[in-house]
């Protein structure tokens, strides 16, 4: 799930509406709903960390894309 992550945050400095927009092709609504739920600090970008918090403590999980959850199920 990390290696992912960081896959689609190509600069290092968390998930932006554009790297959603393209890695993870995910529409303006998704978009909006993930940094309601998961941009801790709200500066519109989600780092690993906040988004592991969100992962870690289930609040938000049918909100995730079927890569991420794949993904999650795989690793187990
Ligand atoms: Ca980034
Ligand atoms: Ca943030």
């Excluded at 289930?58 to 794949?70: D, G, L």
Aim: aromatic residues 18%; glycine residues 4%.
């Amino acid at each position: 799930m990390a290696n992912m992550f960081y896959e689609c945050d190509k600069n290092g400095d968390g998930l932006d509406e554009d790297e959603m927009l393209k890695y993870l092709e995910m529409n303006d609504e998704e978009i909006a709903r993930w940094l309601r739920n998961f941009d801790i600090d709200k500066d519109k970008k989600i780092t690993f960390v906040e988004f592991f918090k969100a992962f870690f403590f289930r609040e938000s999980e049918s909100n995730f894309p079927n890569a991420f959850a794949a993904d999650y199920e795989g690793s187990n």
